[in-house]
């Protein structure tokens, strides 16, 4: 199972309840600058997933520039590899597994933890 996070492109703060107006988003192609930030993706018609040292990243082409894009993690140095991206691109980093935005000075302070409970709950109930 996969730990999902959301990219947002805003020079406005997004708040943590997401209740914002989308106009404040810049869209941007967000595959574009994934695809031409990592060496190693396997690619499968739309779809594209990063492979790196002790992790993966899934995501969907975009067909148009956006202002947000969900990823799928697998293992916690992905979200490391997407924070050096968010600071260099300006984004914000929403984890779904806190529901709240990653502090990218401090993200020690993420929801892999959570996630991988979550995964251990769904695994024992089989």
Do not use: C
Not at 65 to 75: D, E, Q, R, V
Request: charged share 30%; proline share 3%; hydrophobic share 35%.
């Amino acid at each position: 199972m996969s730990w999902s996070i959301i990219l947002f492109n805003s020079n406005e703060k997004i708040p943590s309840d997401l209740d914002f107006d989308e106009n404040i988003l810049e869209p941007i192609l967000f595959s574009d600058i994934l695809e031409r930030s990592f060496s190693e993706i396997k690619s499968d018609k739309n779809h594209r997933e990063i492979k790196g040292s002790n992790f993966s990243i899934d995501f969907f082409v975009d067909n148009e520039p956006t202002g947000t894009k969900m990823l799928n993690l697998y293992g916690e140095n992905g979200l490391f590899e997407l924070i050096e991206l968010a600071k260099k691109y300006k984004w914000q980093v929403y984890d779904t597994s806190l529901n709240e935005f990653i502090d990218l000075e401090n993200p020690k302070n993420n929801g892999f933890e959570n996630h991988k409970k979550y995964v251990e709950q769904i695994i024992n109930r089989k």
